[in-house]
């Protein structure tokens, strides 16, 4: 699994040390562990854990560095982009959101395993934590993989960042007609189309895309809506 590691990271220009390296093997074992009682998440190998989840989820630190800013992950599931994220973020402060209880826990004992610090993990509806105020406008940067659709992203994730703060979608190829139907949405939040990565993953794993929205204007009070209804009805 270093092997694995330390090439495919290379390949994307990251070069992490060999403290690093020990926290993705510790993950992975984990991960293979609970997989075999819950089936947390689809894994195959050793291969697909690094790049599918592991390059997959850090590729936006090509675009920004997180260390020493407040971040949230909704969706995390058992841990996508957000752990890989932190392992290669040490300072960065993250809080971890996922609506499946057994999710949370699985993420509790993986940051107490790893030996994180400045990690929170929140077993809660998205919709829910945009409307607390203990946590609306209050971060740098907020991640998402393979949770929804753009639509209905831009209105679990524009209430909890700060004026300035940018969310990061992480999606498959087919972005551009789910970004041109977000255009409604993007204007009644107040975001801002920043910029789209496209990349792809080594050995065929496919194209992916991040979509990075920045929030320019105060979420207006109503939203995010209920939960179930930003899906139910998107903007
Ligand atoms: N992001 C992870 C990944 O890429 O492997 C997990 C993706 S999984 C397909 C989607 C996750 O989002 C599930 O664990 C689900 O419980 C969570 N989820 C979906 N809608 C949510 C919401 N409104 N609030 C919190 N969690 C949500």
């Known amino acids: 699994m270093k092997t694995l590691i330390k090439r495919y990271f290379n390949e994307y220009g990251f070069n992490p040390d060999n403290q690093t390296i020990d926290l993705f093997i510790k993950y992975a074992d984990l991960l293979f562990e609970e997989n075999k009682r819950v089936n947390l998440t689809a894994l195959s190998g050793e291969k697909e854990i690094v790049v599918k989840h592991f390059l ?14 407040k971040a949230i992950d909704l969706g995390t599931g058992a841990g996508f ?11 960065m402060e993250i ?4 609506s499946l209880k057994k999710r949370c826990l699985f993420l509790e004992k993986t940051i107490k395993e790893l030996g994180f610090q400045s990690v929170m993990v929140k077993n809660e509806r998205a919709e829910n934590l945009g409307q607390n105020k203990d946590y609306r406008g209050s971060y740098d940067y907020s991640f998402s993989r393979a949770v929804a659709n753009t639509r209905i992203l831009l209105e679990l994730h524009a209430p909890l960042l700060k004026v300035g703060g940018e ?27 920043v910029d789209i990565l496209r990349y792809e993953l080594p050995e065929d794993y496919g194209q992916r895309t ?6 320019t204007l105060e979420t207006p009070a109503k939203y995010p809506r209920r939960p179930g209804i930003p899906e139910k009805r998107p903007l």
């Open 210 to 215: 991040v979509a990075i929205y920045q929030k």
């Open 167 to 193: 969310m990061f979608l992480l999606k498959g190829p087919a972005i551009d007609e789910e970004i041109a139907d977000a255009q409604n949405a993007a204007r009644e939040l107040g975001v801002e189309l």
């Open 95 to 98: 809080t971890l959101v996922d």
């Open 81 to 91: 982009p957000g752990i890989p994220l932190k392992i290669m973020s040490p300072q």
């Open 56 to 69: 997959d989820s850090i590729i936006i630190l090509k675009y920004r560095d997180l260390n020493g800013k």
